[in-house]
């Protein structure tokens, strides 16, 4: 069987497997840390995918790399978009929030240690770091949900979750900014990608 041909039916393979969910629901907790995850994706490395509908390229740094994958691509429209986000990164032991926007300064690298690829945005001052692997991306989910504020009233939280092959979670940025501009944005990257966007 020629390389070609096997490489078709490795493609075919792994479109079937990420057919998402059709499954739209809405949900109203306390806490953000305990909002629910969608299903678990089908365990297929993210790396079958990328090398299958990426082609090599050079990093600006000479080092070997990917074209831009999806998950690049959603990552810099964050960036682009200037608004501040609550980023979420949930680790083994230790939780981090902090709140900032995705930038001014990105770029993106090869780790020399492990090989992976890197995204990262920085202040000015470089005080402020945030590194994704975005080969372990999987899925981007988006979603508002309702959450009840002290003294009445209700604020609707927009949530962008970045989950790997076994649909737990990378990180989660929370849009920070509720201005009808930061709005009319989340309602068009929903709009653009679908609450769930299969990387």
């Known amino acids: 069987m020629k390389a070609g041909t096997l490489i078709l039916l490795a493609t075919a393979h792994a479109v ?6 059709a499954s739209k629901h809405r949900t109203t907790h306390r806490e953000i840390n305990h909002l629910p995850l969608r299903p678990t994706l089908p365990r297929i490395p993210c790396s079958t995918v990328l090398l ?9 740094e000479g080092s070997p790399t990917t074209s ?42 090869i780790s020399p240690k492990t090989g992976d690829k890197l995204m990262t945005f920085a202040s000015e001052d470089a005080d402020f770091e945030f590194h994704v692997k975005v080969d372990q991306v999987c899925m981007v989910t988006f979603v508002s949900t309702e959450r009840p504020v002290s ?19 990378i990180c989660s ?27």
Do not use: C
């Open 173 to 199: 940025l929370i849009l920070a900014d509720s201005s009808s501009e930061a709005i009319d944005w989340f309602d068009g990257m929903v709009e653009k990608y679908g609450q769930e966007a299969i990387m």
């Open 16 to 21: 079937r497997a990420f057919v998402p969910s």
């Open 52 to 60: 299958l509908s990426t082609s090599p390229d050079i990093s600006d």
């Open 151 to 169: 003294g009445g009233g209700i604020k609707v939280m927009r949530v962008s979750r970045f989950l790997n092959e076994k649909g737990s979670p």
């Open 68 to 109: 831009r994958s999806k998950s690049e691509t959603i990552l810099s429209e964050f960036h682009e978009s200037g608004f501040a986000f609550r980023i979420v990164v949930i680790g083994n032991g230790a939780i981090l929030e902090t709140t900032s926007k995705l930038g001014p300064k990105t770029s993106t690298s």
